[in-house]
């Protein structure tokens, strides 16, 4: 089943806006992960969030979780057309099962 | 550089006919996955292996066969009996970490045709 769910599932923005992409979720999580696929490749991971912290940064990205509402969101800041890619959130069922939510497309004009 | 390894990149089966997809890590990582993505989708869980000579199955192993007979290797079989094989396959690997704190490192994929 898919617990994440990624929205909007599709993003065009200009380079050098910010873009932002929300996550929801149905059950009680120990932490959240965002994965970026470029194209036809595998995915990357890019931050994880632990249930007890509301805000991480990683260079240009910022992600916040908010349990209350079961929903996480990913800033991507001073976007640049590299960014274009799918970012997807995971959350974790049992001990080790990561469940992946349909993504989100974005798409960086020049 | 350490990472995960696919093998083939693209990969055609023909009626009736078995395939088996190469997954290799030199990570050191004692977990094991196997993933299906359909176009435009998310990622659904085939199996998962935490330890050698042992693996689970995920949310749709029906037609798949897996074996982790060593730590660096999960090789997966399609098997006739998966009426609908085309796929982009992904394979990734992790630390064993409790409640899922470990990331996902992930090979880049072997896409899987009909004939």
């Known amino acids: 089943s898919q617990q994440g769910e990624e929205d909007p599932q599709a993003l065009s923005i200009q380079e050098g806006e910010n873009a932002t992409m929300n996550c929801s979720y149905k059950?009680?999580?120990?932490?959240l992960q965002w994965y970026r696929q470029n194209s036809g490749r595998g995915l990357v991971h890019l931050i994880l969030?632990?249930?007890?912290?509301r805000e991480k940064h990683s260079g240009r990205l910022r992600v916040t979780l908010d349990t209350s509402k079961k929903s996480s969101s990913l800033l991507i800041t001073a976007s640049r057309a590299a960014d274009t890619a799918s970012y997807f959130c995971a959350t974790v069922q049992g001990a080790q099962k990561l469940v992946f939510g349909q993504g989100t497309r974005l798409t960086i004009n020049p | 550089d350490g990472g995960i390894t696919q093998s083939p990149k693209y990969l055609f089966r023909k009626e009736g006919q078995n395939v088996t997809l190469s997954c290799e890590q030199n990570?050191?990582?004692?977990?094991m996955y196997w993933y299906r993505q359909d176009p435009g989708q998310g990622l659904r869980l085939i199996y998962y292996s935490q330890i050698v000579n042992d693996f689970q199955k995920g949310d749709i192993a029906e037609g798949y066969s897996v074996s982790r007979e060593k730590k660096e290797s999960f090789p997966l079989t399609v098997t006739s009996a998966q009426k609908n094989p085309t796929a982009f396959y992904l394979c990734?690997?992790?630390?064993w970490g409790q409640g899922g704190n470990q990331p996902q490192h992930f090979g880049d994929g072997t896409r899987l045709s009909i004939l």
């Open positions: 059950t009680s999580i120990n932490n």
């Open positions: 990734a690997s992790s630390r």
């Open positions: 990570l050191n990582h004692d977990a």
């Open positions: 969030i632990r249930s007890n912290e």
